[in-house]
């Protein structure tokens, strides 16, 4: 008994001097960030949020509960800079006090790198970097990457019908991870990704110091058009080229369960998805419902196409090139591009301005994985995958097929970190949802997902089985801290990046050699010697 005390006591003492280290660097960083305000004549009010501040809490929601901080975990402090200058002060500060600092713009990042860490660490929540800049005349716009996907093109629809920009359709994803990541979008067939039409940035280094893309130089600026920013500094800004659009576009939504041939209909579709019309782009969700016929479980294919033309023009295409899909055009809807970007939100109907809501969805548990395919999958294969989707609850997993081909073949894997070009017939992006906390529940669907990642690898891409950075997962490996070394980085690295990983590390090594920017699946720099 009394040595039950004993213990007690001495993980008493650890705790409370736990939390008197915490006090102490959270009181430094406070007096630190002071200073520097102090010296550039920016104001803290509303930029700097501690554990104790009421708003605390509401700027830690995350989109995905189960990369929600627990208590333990959470950030020294959060700050909400609306000036260059007090992110300029952050980065002074965390490596003063050496202390992880974390760079958010929407939160949407699958595995929670940008507002999580193991280690103390302050998050800097670019929320407030978010003005839009369009020249119409130049077709270009400047992009600051706390700027939403939604806020992005509302912004473009307020100024040209014509006018867009060829990136994702969640309308409250952040502009900064999506770009830097790539940014596969409904148009990318055509316009390719958001990474491949940026054509200028602003960027803060470890030093503090704010670079263009000449004063950076295109080794760096190359690394971050793909390769993620947040390994080599915090992007402030893109400046992206525009695309030309049709006032109108097609969109359809056409859905087939397995007593309407949907098995025999997602084998054709791979024969065709990435050769068809490059205005084309036949995006594919598979899901496991319930039969409205027969009331069993049933597979349902559902293709979410956008065509950038009238619908007179796509019927002749579909029927040349995937008659046995049998589109009517009663299936189709002729709108503006703004509208589709509703419609392929869920968000048909509503005001525009809904485009500008950033927050996120809550109390939902996800986990997300990611495959590429360049032979088609066989019949039995699929079924395969039927008998996993029936596995779990009705529409809480689903697998997007989404096609390549198009512009996408006409750049090589090195033209920018984003290798996935020639070669890639689709994308399969796995997830899987729940709504109940608690480890045994979490467990059960992750379990159900990496068995189903399993059993794909005999039909996808291998040496490397390769997946998409911005789909980020930690299955694939994660570095050990400050000093993880490239034999430990390249066990994801390949994966996300292919050869282009070499690049990044000699890039890492030039720009940030000290790692100050890094994560679990950040890029290391290696030693010179």
Not at 334 to 359: C, H, K, Q, Y
Request: proline share 4%; charged share 20%; with cysteine.
């Amino acid at each position: 008994m009394e040595s039950r005390i004993i213990i007690l006591l001495i993980l008493a003492t650890l705790l409370a001097l736990c939390a008197c280290y915490s006090a102490q660097k959270n009181s430094d960083f406070l007096e630190c960030l002071t200073i520097q305000f102090q010296n550039s004549n920016s104001a803290p009010d509303g930029v700097i949020y501690t554990p104790r501040n009421a708003s605390y809490a509401s700027l830690l929601l995350a989109q995905n509960q189960r990369l929600a901080p627990t208590s333990s975990e959470r950030p020294e402090l959060i700050i909400t800079p609306f000036h260059e200058s007090e992110i300029q002060a952050a980065v002074y500060c965390s490596r003063k006090l050496g202390m992880e600092i974390r760079v958010r713009s929407g939160g949407h990042d699958y595995e929670g790198l940008s507002y999580n860490s193991e280690n103390p660490y302050v998050i800097v929540d670019m929320r407030n970097i978010r003005s839009i800049s369009i020249d119409n005349d130049e077709k270009t716009a400047w992009v600051q990457v706390g700027a939403t996907l939604g806020q992005l093109y509302h912004t473009l629809a307020r100024k040209s019908k014509t006018l867009a920009f060829t990136a994702g359709v969640c309308p409250p994803v952040g502009v900064g991870g999506h770009f830097s990541g790539g940014g596969y979008g409904m148009m990318s067939r055509k316009h390719a990704i958001a990474a491949d039409n940026i054509i200028d940035a602003k960027l803060i280094n470890a030093n503090g110091q704010i670079l263009d893309r000449e004063s950076m130089g295109e080794d760096l600026f190359w690394a971050i058009r793909g390769g993620g920013g947040t390994s080599f500094g915090i992007v402030l800004a893109f400046k992206v080229k525009l695309v030309i659009v049709p006032q109108i576009v097609t969109v359809f939504n056409v859905s087939r369960t397995l007593e309407q041939n949907a098995t025999h209909l997602v084998h054709k579709w791979q024969y065709i998805a990435d050769k068809v019309d490059e205005n084309l782009l036949l995006r594919l969700f598979l899901r496991s419902v319930r039969s409205p016929i027969h009331g069993n479980r049933t597979i349902q294919a559902s293709f979410t196409t956008l065509f950038l033309g009238r619908v007179h023009d796509l019927l002749p295409i579909m029927q040349d090139s995937f008659p046995e899909l049998g589109l009517v055009e009663q299936d189709c809807i002729e709108m503006s591009w703004i509208e589709s970007t509703l419609f392929f939100a869920g968000l048909r109907n509503e005001s525009l301005d809904v485009l500008l809501i950033r927050t996120p969805q809550t109390g939902i548990y996800f986990k997300g994985k990611s495959d590429y395919v360049r032979q088609p999958i066989p019949i039995h294969g699929l079924r395969g995958i039927w008998r996993f989707l029936n596995q779990e609850a009705e529409n809480r997993a689903e697998l997007q097929f989404s096609p390549y081909g198009g512009v996408l073949n006409t750049f090589s894997e090195s033209e920018t970190p984003f290798p996935h070009r020639s070669g890639n017939i689709f994308m399969i992006h796995y997830g899987v949802s729940w709504t109940r906390g608690g480890t045994a529940e979490s467990e059960r669907h992750i379990n159900w997902i990496r068995r189903l990642y399993s059993y794909m690898g005999r039909y996808v891409s291998k040496s490397p089985r390769a997946a998409y950075f911005n789909y980020r997962d930690l299955d694939l490996g994660r570095n050990a801290g400050r000093n993880t070394s490239y034999e430990q980085a390249s066990v994801w690295g390949f994966r996300y990046f292919k050869n282009n990983f070499n690049r990044l590390v000699r890039v890492k090594s030039m720009v940030d050699p000290s790692n100050f920017f890094r994560n679990e699946q950040s890029i290391p720099p290696v030693s010179s010697s």
